[in-house]
């Protein structure tokens, strides 16, 4: 098969190498020989590949960059990201072409950050921080996370990930998910027209679903409000998850006692933003879920395992639905 | 027994009352039960009490205050501390006194705080806190935990603790204590001596040891050096135990990448000390290892587990070596 890897421009961290592909390959002999690959970074290299290409592996920004395009030949175009929420519409995919997106690569290190965001947030971190930014000295006591309620919205590679990680702290996880079924690292799963319900009883709160129309601005400022005011925000998926601007108000308030964001509206937060300024608030600038060390030898892994399965003629496990949107 | 609980002045959140004492007799009625015990705060308090006192639990600062002090009854000295370095030397303790600290109840609330520490370091978040002050958007990788290598000096209560988390998620512990000895979550326990040895390969250094002459000043400047410029620190021991001004250099140079102190010299740090503006250091008010829900509980059922081994004439669990320090 003709295998395309095209590099992004922007973050060489995380570029392909001819070395990470005959490595991943080497780790799945039975699908990963036998193949024609290329490895570009270019406009000029994407567009020499694309014409011959039958799979393709790049991210969101190269879709952005150049689709739609002539694909010919293309039938498997694998994203590195897991969330694309950024290529819908879906209207620039061409016919025929299965999608996949990266989920699971991110589990490890996304579950590491949200179980340190959660004990960031039992230890009162935040407001710390924002005292320290102060010069102040002023003990805020913290507490053990066992016995405490976490609600984990999104039950897919991160969700899950923060559920088996708060589960093995003791914690009393509930799960949300549009459609709700019962999750080994959960006490109860409930569908998403039920979160009202759990809010007020809820510790932490973690969102790590996927942005689609259905999540978009999921937690308003009435949602926001039914948390009570000792409560903890933790947000790894997407800044629209949220509203921004209540979540600011309920920080400035103490309504909240703490969030750590990985996400925001806009990205990057431009200067001068409220955001910078609001106490009792980390700012990660959306680094939760990729370790640049595992992440390519990662995706290839999973991208042959895609493979495989198409060989095989079985569905593909990363396959992306365009109308779900995740 | 005539038990006498004497609260310090200058913190409520942690005083002792009757019904803290009731639930805890209630939670061992072998022992608990036909005892005349008081609650104090004032000094007059104190000075009726003691004159009677068998056994008197109280913190370091009731010590320093009224002791040396005639105590004609007293046998049983429990402080609901850990590290009483504060109280030494032990001239003032009346001779025949059984010394008692709280090691015990630390564990659960300090070994989160530790993992927790240490997935900020690996997080980057100092960094992140760092650049958020400067209202900087400024994408920092981190890594996961796991297969990396972590130095616990100290495998008391707090060292046992991190040690048992750091190894649940995988990471390669290893232990270092004045006598060594195998322990469970470390793939090697090394004595102080051989702590050189071992810094160079350290990813995460954790200080949970007490502060005795042994270790006072142990992490100097030059053992600081010797950790590799990615590696970070917590300290959640005693300010003392290493080189404060060393490590702010070295993390203005950028020597370590990071640091989570939770103990420092002096307490609290004055304003306009250099560490409220060190880069990438996180400073936690002396607040690591307490839990106001659930100290005062638990320091009663190890006061009252050491009473029951007293009755029956076996060793006291927590008793103070004042010789050794801890």
């Given at each position: 098969?003709?295998?395309?890897?095209?590099?992004?421009?922007?973050?060489?961290?995380?570029?392909?190498?001819r070395?990470?592909?005959?490595?991943?390959?080497?780790?799945?002999?039975?699908?990963?020989?036998?193949?024609?690959?290329?490895?570009g970074?270019?406009?000029?290299?994407?567009?020499a590949?694309?014409?011959e290409?039958?799979?393709?592996?790049t991210?969101?920004?190269?879709?952005?960059?150049?689709f739609?395009?002539?694909?010919?030949?293309?039938?498997?175009?694998?994203?590195t990201?897991?969330?694309?929420d950024?290529?819908?519409?879906?209207?620039?995919?061409?016919p025929?072409?299965?999608?996949?997106?990266?989920?699971?690569t991110?589990?490890?290190k996304?579950?590491?950050f949200?179980?340190?965001?959660?004990?960031?947030l039992?230890?009162?971190?935040?407001?710390?921080?924002t005292?320290?930014?102060q010069?102040?000295?002023?003990?805020?006591?913290?507490?053990?996370?066992?016995?405490?309620?976490?609600?984990?919205?999104?039950?897919?590679?991160?969700?899950?990930?923060?559920?088996?990680?708060?589960?093995?702290?003791?914690?009393?996880?509930?799960?949300?998910?549009?459609?709700?079924?019962?999750?080994?690292s959960?006490?109860?799963?409930i569908?998403?027209?039920a979160?009202?319900?759990v809010?007020?009883e809820?510790?932490?709160?973690?969102?790590?679903?996927?942005?689609?129309?259905?999540?978009?601005?999921?937690?308003?400022?009435?949602?926001?409000s039914?948390?009570?005011?000792?409560?903890?925000?933790?947000?790894?998926?997407?800044?629209?998850?949220?509203?921004?601007?209540?979540?600011?108000?309920?920080?400035d308030?103490?309504?909240?006692?703490?969030?750590?964001?990985?996400?925001f509206?806009?990205?990057p937060?431009?200067p001068?933003?409220?955001?910078?300024?609001?106490?009792?608030?980390?700012?990660?600038?959306?680094?939760?879920?990729d370790?640049?060390?595992t992440y390519?030898?990662?995706?290839?892994?999973?991208?042959l395992d895609?493979?495989?399965?198409w060989?095989?003629?079985?569905?593909?496990?990363?396959?992306?639905?365009?109308?779900?949107g995740?």
């Amino acid at each position: 098969m003709r295998i395309h890897l095209q590099n992004p421009h922007d973050d060489p961290l995380f570029d392909f190498s001819r070395a990470m592909w005959d490595a991943a390959a080497a780790r799945a002999p039975d699908i990963g020989g036998g193949h024609t690959v290329s490895v570009g970074a270019t406009p000029a290299d994407f567009a020499a590949a694309i014409r011959e290409a039958e799979a393709l592996v790049t991210d969101v920004s190269v879709v952005r960059a150049f689709f739609p395009c002539e694909a010919p030949h293309l039938k498997l175009l694998f994203i590195t990201n897991a969330g694309l929420d950024r290529l819908a519409p879906f209207t620039w995919l061409p016919p025929g072409v299965a999608l996949m997106n990266n989920r699971g690569t991110h589990a490890a290190k996304s579950g590491e950050f949200a179980i340190m965001s959660i004990l960031m947030l039992a230890n009162r971190v935040p407001a710390m921080v924002t005292h320290q930014r102060q010069g102040k000295w002023h003990k805020l006591w913290g507490a053990v996370v066992g016995g405490r309620n976490v609600t984990v919205v999104g039950l897919g590679t991160l969700g899950g990930a923060t559920a088996e990680h708060a589960a093995r702290f003791g914690m009393r996880v509930t799960g949300v998910r549009a459609h709700p079924a019962p999750h080994p690292s959960c006490e109860q799963v409930i569908g998403t027209e039920a979160l009202d319900d759990v809010l007020p009883e809820t510790d932490f709160l973690v969102l790590a679903c996927p942005l689609t129309d259905a999540t978009r601005g999921l937690m308003d400022r009435r949602r926001l409000s039914l948390l009570p005011s000792d409560a903890g925000v933790v947000n790894i998926g997407r800044g629209e998850l949220l509203d921004q601007d209540a979540l600011c108000d309920l920080l400035d308030q103490e309504h909240l006692s703490g969030a750590v964001l990985d996400v925001f509206t806009p990205e990057p937060i431009p200067p001068g933003h409220r955001l910078w300024s609001t106490p009792n608030l980390i700012i990660s600038p959306h680094t939760a879920a990729d370790d640049p060390a595992t992440y390519n030898p990662h995706s290839l892994d999973i991208f042959l395992d895609n493979l495989r399965a198409w060989r095989d003629g079985r569905s593909l496990p990363n396959r992306f639905d365009t109308v779900r949107g995740y």
